[in-house]
């Protein structure tokens, strides 16, 4: 059974950094794209960023670019979301999401496969 499961949401003043966390199970996802997307309550699941299958390349929303920062481990089946210069409006409920198809980073999120279950993060101004 594949699980995804986010890790690190909270808390934190505008300006702070938060660090999530995405582990998988289930199967190996090294041949995965793996993603972030965020969504607030009445809006759409919106892209964060998103990381090749081999890491080798990242994408980010102009909004986060500059301040967030996507890795992955394939040895450990992880994804993170580094997340510096936290602004009030990146509050959201922070979901990963994984591609098995592999062939690129998509905006889209119905290109993705698997979703974790979401972690919340709140910026306080």
């Known amino acids: 059974q594949v699980q995804l499961v986010e890790s690190g949401g909270g808390l934190v003043q505008a300006g702070g950094s938060l660090r999530l966390s995405c582990a998988a199970s289930g199967r190996t996802f090294s041949s995965y794209t793996m993603a972030w997307f965020r969504q607030t309550p009445g809006k759409e699941r919106e892209f964060v960023s998103g990381i090749s299958w081999s890491g080798g390349s990242t994408y980010y929303a102009d909004s986060v670019k500059g301040r967030f920062t996507i890795s992955r481990d394939n040895a450990k089946n992880t994804w993170n979301l580094q997340m510096d210069r936290l602004k009030p409006e990146d509050t959201a409920v922070y979901y990963c999401?994984?591609?098995?198809?592999?062939?690129?980073?998509?905006?889209?999120?119905?290109?993705?496969?698997?979703w974790g279950q979401g972690t919340q993060v709140t910026v306080s101004s």
């Open positions: 999401a994984a591609d098995a198809a592999g062939r690129g980073v998509y905006l889209d999120p119905r290109r993705y496969d698997y």
